[in-house]
């Protein structure tokens, strides 16, 4: 039975879709002994040198697949020792327990010794709390101890709906999921908590994996449809016209990165709009790219009357935050998409409304704050500590009408509509300087050529990722777009 690795599905949903699949008439103690063989076998692949494995058990079905983990791990030799709390009664998880008899010692007897494998069964993804202080205190020695740990679903002390800890929480080397990933599985610092992730079938029905919250990984199959293509009769005004706004002159360099990206995304015209002061050296860099002298909003005006010109980017090292303003105002009433970066959204901090009302009706307009512009666009979203990273992004996607790429290591792509998509396949190499604005380039080149702006964004985030694998570590900025043209 084929997984699909691409839906995220939260805690709550997840709970329903095991009720699901129990109403449906699957065994659900079955569907128990299957996730418990799972973990056995990744111990068991994983640390085959292990001397103990020592199973901590909490009260739920999650400690259920602690018991049948650790009852296989007894019947292949291994020394297993469980830890935590007696299973709730007429509970799955006290059936496993009753066929795996022993002792269920305290979590505080539990003293780290050389060869130990810990198998975190105690929570899973289901607690949104801290852990008790006797949890607390065991993941401590486990840290001190260097102990390694194999989670069940989620390492106790992480949110799987937010992949925040929730307090002290365990660092996993491998976690063991079932059915589908969660939120947390992805967000930072989850994914690094997670350890390597195992994603495994327990026997529940594809059909019953799915949930009303649109929520995925970042994928191909989000976008593939609606990447632009190609035929013998194009020319280059067929294929987009994308005019990237440059600011002064010490600053342009930031303008001709998201030009170089956008042409190499296959835009068939790009145009740098720079300030007189900035057309000499711009002149010096370019080639292939368009230079457009604008010395202000009526300049603009006027150029914006030629219905060729298809996507805008404005705001990479431009500037002037009041005439950033201004020129986003006019691109507006232009009607083409436009991709508000770095200064461009600076330019919008405390004036998020206005923004808002500027691109009222169809959305055309895509947002790409990093944490720091997130927190000044959307101060009261950022500091609500009850969000995910998906909440903001969405919210801040329905109060201002656009696309918001809410840009990191976990990057989280959001629409109006409540679709959204977390991108966690970027290298780290891909944070340096001048990166942000070649992803600005990326979606507006593709938003040139005519794609929807939602799968743009997807495509975008996507591309600059494997850009910067193909790139390998050490890139600059300059080095992504050369890779673009093969993805």
Known sequence: MAIDRTVLVSPDAMGQIDKAAADSGIDSFGLMRSAGAHVAAVVLARFPQAQRAVVLCGPGNNGGDGHVAGMLLQRSGMEVQRFGLEPKPGSDAARAR???????????????????????????????????????????RASRAKTPVVAVDL?????????????????????????????????????????????????????????DDT??????????????GSAASQHKYTRGHLVVFSGPLISSGAARLSAMAGLRCGAGLVTVAAQPSAVMVQATHLTAIMQRAIRDAAELADWLGDSRLSGFVIGPGF????????????????GQPVVLDADGLTAFAGKTEELAELFAGEARLVLTPHEGEFRRLFADLADDVTLSKIDRARAAARAQN?????????????APDGRAAVNADAPAWLATAGSGDVLAGIIGGLLARGMPVFEAACAGVAMHGEAARRAGSGL????LPTHIPAL
């Not at 202080?133 to 401590?140: H, K, P, Q, R, Y």
């Not at 656009?402 to 959001?414: N, R, T």
């Open 319 to 334: 500037g002037d935050l009041e005439k950033a303003r201004a020129y986003t105002s006019l691109l507006a009433e232009a």
């Open 215 to 228: 929520v995925w990984r970042n994928h191909r199959g989000l976008y593939a449809a609606h990447l632009p």
């Open 402 to 414: 656009a696309v918001v790429v809410y840009k990191g290591a976990d990057s989280v792509i959001a």
């Open 98 to 140: 009753a066929q795996f008899p022993g002792d269920i010692c305290p979590l505080s007897d539990w003293r780290p010794r050389a060869g130990d494998v810990i198998v975190d069964a105690l929570f899973g993804a289901g607690l949104d709390r801290p852990v008790s202080g006797d949890v607390e205190a065991l993941i401590e």
């Open 476 to 479: 600059t900025a300059e080095d």
């Open 155 to 211: 390492p106790s002390g992480l949110s799987g709906r937010t992949g925040e800890p929730t307090g002290a929480c365990f660092q996993a080397l491998h976690t063991v999921t079932f059915a589908a990933l969660k939120p947390g599985h992805l967000l930072m610092p989850g994914r690094e908590l997670c350890g390597e992730m195992h994603l495994c079938d327990i026997g529940i029905p594809a059909r019953l994996i799915a949930s």
